[in-house]
């Protein structure tokens, strides 16, 4: 049987005064459009393109011209909503006006399906063989759960880049190279890196905490794994499961935490990678920001995430109103770290030659156990940054939609769900 329109985006009645356009859809619900926005968001090649959105001064000379309706219809069986003015006549895709009436919409919202989850949750693990023909599947598991494991990955730069080609383009990193290569090295732990090069624990933390925008995701391979006396495993938290049990068992600390900003710095003068000495400079990088530890992303509003990292630089005095207060938000950090580090919250995953785990900044933390002196292991790490995930997530939509480009263009992520929604099949 072919697709057909689901009842929210069939119109039942159509109705129109010279400054409103009025739709009764078949679901009851009914949306007003004013006459000014209807000539605003016009698609017709005289006004609006592919590459320019809007041709501005055309546009904006035809958008003040007062010009009232005269006539709208909605021909049987068409998706098309033809409004005439007395100087133009254009047509309206009907589920694309239905989208755009949000005040409307509550019934056609899409809640993502987010799964707290513990050190008892079970995760899927993805061949790499399989990694676009099931790229909805582990791209819902990084909403759900905030992490996706593969195997059977080439242990190699082609194999973390085959996974993150998957969203999009990997993020430049502020190094000679935007592949990070990561094994215990002693003399770099001394010199440049304790945190990522020393044997010892890794402690919980999220990856770039210190950037003003934070890297949306990290792609971890193992490249080589040998240990003949004592396996190392990675941890992944939830934080969001950690921060709802800090919300419900201490509200205080929890408010402490979503309202008093911390510092996050990062200063590096020297780098990983070989390169001309002459050119280190170019990539010393020195920067600082402040936020709370518990924070709403621009393009997450619903969730929160937490900031946790190895690199920052304590808080500014001015933030507190007395000594007491400041004792208290030390102390609800501390309550903090005991979750994010408490086993019972913790997935551990051994990363082998061929495996890897691609995961949530903004959702979820990780670390790694000790590292034997007889092992031998390499990962390979890169970026993906928060407006690549947006935009693979947004043409993925956008496909499911099964619309023109024309009404792509400038939908709200929530709109662009509600619009993959319209069809039954």
Known sequence: MSAVLRAPFRIAALSHCTDLLKITWQDGAKSTFPNIWLRASVRDPKYFTDSLIYNQSDYARFIATES?????????????????????????????????????????????EITLWDANSKFPVYSYSERMEKLDSWL??????????????????????????????????????????????????????????????????????????????????????????????????????????????????YELLCTIPARFSRRRMTVQEKCDPDKVYIYHYDNTLERPIISFNRLEKRHPTVYIS???????????????????????FTLLHHKLYDPANHTRFLLKEGTAAI??????????????????????????????????????????????????YGCSNEQLEILADRMEH
């Open 68 to 112: 009232p309706i005269v006539k709208a219809e909605n021909g049987e069986g068409s998706e098309d909503v033809i409004v005439e003015w007395e100087d133009h006549r254009s047509s309206f895709n009907a589920s694309w006006l239905r989208a755009q009436d949000m005040k409307n919409n509550d019934s056609l919202r899409k809640e993502h």
């Open 310 to 332: 190895n690199k920052h630089a304590g808080l500014e005095l001015g933030n507190f109103k007395d000594h007491s207060t400041m004792k208290k938000f030390y102390e609800a």
């Open 359 to 408: 995961f949530n900044n903004h959702r979820v933390s990780h670390g790694r156990d000790d590292i034997h002196p007889t092992t031998d292991r390499a990962l390979l790490l890169g970026f993906v940054g928060a407006d690549m995930w947006n935009t693979r997530w947004r043409v993925l939509h956008g496909k499911k939609a099964g619309l023109e480009d024309k009404w792509l």
């Open 140 to 253: 819902t598991d990084l909403v759900r759960y905030g992490v996706a494991f593969f195997e059977g990955v080439p242990p190699s730069q082609e194999g973390l880049e085959g996974i993150i080609h998957c969203v999009g383009q990997k993020k430049q990193r502020t190094h000679p190279t935007d592949t990070f290569e990561i094994s215990a090295d002693k003399s770099k732990a001394e010199q440049i890196d304790q945190d990522i090069y020393a044997p010892e624990k890794h402690p919980v933390h999220i990856d770039t905490a210190y950037y003003d925008a934070v890297n949306r995701l990290s792609c971890l391979v193992a490249s080589k794994y040998s240990a003949p006396v004592q396996d190392t495993f990675n941890y992944w938290v939830d934080n969001l499961a950690v921060i709802e049990q800090l919300r419900r068992e201490e509200p205080e600390a």
